[in-house]
């Protein structure tokens, strides 16, 4: 049972193009999360939002840009990507931010042309 | 540098088989995950191993954590179609999950 939402789906760009992907948990849970998952590679930790505020950045290009409005809904804003950003992006939400049980959405496809 | 590795990175076998997949690694975590990622979805949490030569039991999915709590295995017992998917190994270094380490999966299909 998965109570994380994410859209679209998929997403097709161009490199000049600007989109958002929309994460929303239905969870109660105040911490969430972006992760990229690109073929062959581990899971990377994008951004990490507790009650709204951003704690973690692990060196994202600025082209990513994340927005928490509230602790049920996150997005992530994208701007002149490049091809090698394709990847399916993941959002996660938990009740804290300690380690513990992480509920992920079904991720969005992005192929960037 | 990849910190968790996995092995096989793909394995195919029939229904009725027995298989084990492994997680690597030369750091030592505090705790270990498993996850499984079907086609089309996010990962699952499975089971978290805690205690160096821990062994969890999941119907018939096992799971053990190494005695220098470096490494991890998973078994699964008369795969079924239904174990199809992505199993992630992440080891844990920390509270938070800025400390959660993914290896890059083992890709499993279960042939009917």
């Known amino acids: 049972e998965t109570g994380v939402t994410q859209t679209p789906r998929h997403l097709v760009m161009g490199m000049t193009n600007k989109k958002s992907l929309k994460c929303e948990q239905h969870?109660?849970?105040?911490?969430m999360y972006w992760y990229k998952q690109s073929a062959k590679k581990p899971l990377e930790l994008m951004f990490v939002y507790s009650l709204e505020e951003r704690v973690e950045n692990n060196s994202v290009p600025s082209r990513f840009s994340p927005e928490c409005p509230n602790s049920s809904h996150l997005f992530l804003h994208l701007h002149t990507l490049q091809p090698e950003d394709s990847a399916l992006y993941l959002c996660?939400?938990?009740?804290?931010?300690?380690?513990?049980?992480?509920?992920f959405g079904p991720g969005t496809r992005l192929l960037v042309l | 540098t990849q910190l968790l590795e996995q092995s096989p990175q793909f394995l195919s076998i029939q229904e009725g088989e027995n298989l084990t997949v492994y997680c690597n690694s030369s750091s030592v975590f505090s705790s270990l995950q498993w996850y499984r990622q079907e086609p089309g979805e996010g990962p699952v949490l499975l089971v978290t191993?805690?205690?160096?030569?821990e062994v969890k039991k999941l119907k018939r999915l096992t799971f053990q954590f190494g005695d220098a709590r470096k490494d991890s295995s998973l078994h699964i017992t008369a795969a079924q179609p239904g174990d199809t998917g992505l199993y992630l190994c992440a080891g844990v270094r920390g509270t938070s999950y800025d400390k959660v380490i993914f290896g890059p999966g083992t890709s499993l299909s279960v042939i009917p």
């Open positions: 191993v805690v205690t160096g030569g």
């Open positions: 969870l109660g849970h105040n911490a």
């Open positions: 996660a939400s938990s009740p804290g931010t300690s380690v513990e049980t992480q509920y």
